[in-house]
Every structure is written in C-alpha cells, then in structure tokens.
Nanobody, 121 residues
Framework: QVQLVESGGGLVQAGGSLSLSCAAS????????MGWYRQAPGNQRELIAT???????NYADSMKGRFTISRDNAKNTVYLQMDSLKPQDTAVYYC???????????????WGQGTQVTVSS
C-alpha cells in the first residue's frame, strides 16, 4: 500500500505565496518521477510541473516563473512553492508519484487526495 498525502493548502490573498508538500509513504522501494497538477471547477486537471529522482524539472509553459517544484528523496516528498498567486490559481492541487513497491516489478502512478488552494482578490 502506498499513500500520498498533500498538505499546505489554504486561503491566501492575491500576490501572496503558498507552499505545498506531498509525502509518499507505505511499501516503497523506489520513487521515480513526481509531479503537481491542479483542477479548477469545470476544468480538466492540468499539469503544473514534474521532477525526476535526479532533480530535473519540467514545467507547463503557463506555470513557468511563479511555481517552483522541488523534492527530498530521503523523505519521498515533493514540494510546490507558489508565488505571486492570482485568483485564477484557485483550484484543487494534486500530487502524483511513480512508485515501485516492494514485491512489484513495475512502477505505478499514485495520486494524493488533493488540497484546496483559494486565492482571494
């Protein structure tokens, strides 16, 4: 069993910053790529950024500049620093991770339950 638990969401004023964390736990042998996504009401889930186990990052074009992804491999945790937040950043933010579990031969994608971020104008 693998669980991803996000934390750090909440209410922030426009122009403010917020930092999200997502910790993977359970029967984990190895964690490969980790990522952050978001979904606003009525919209599809969209990519924010991904990060490899080696620290290489990839950002969606619209997310470059205000969002920073990082990770701590020893803690199996991925972070998202969000700066200069706008009301249109309001969404549920999800993390995911490609996890190789003990007893498994393949990596499987696991998702967190999501954390609400609300940016007030």
């Amino acid at each position: 069993q693998v669980q991803l638990v996000e934390s750090g969401g909440g209410l922030v004023q426009a122009g403010g910053s917020l930092s999200l964390s997502c910790a993977a736990s359970g029967s984990i042998r190895s964690v490969d790529n980790m990522g952050w996504y978001r979904q606003a009401p009525g919209n599809q889930r969209e990519l924010i950024a991904t990060i490899t186990s080696g620290g290489s990052t990839n950002y969606a074009d619209s997310m470059k500049g205000r969002f920073t992804i990082s990770r701590d491999n020893a803690k199996n945790t991925v972070y998202l620093q969000m700066d200069s937040l706008k009301p249109q950043d309001t969404a549920v933010y999800y993390c995911n991770a490609a996890v190789l579990s003990y007893g498994s031969y393949n990596y499987h994608i696991h998702w967190g339950q999501g954390t609400q971020v609300t940016v007030s104008s």
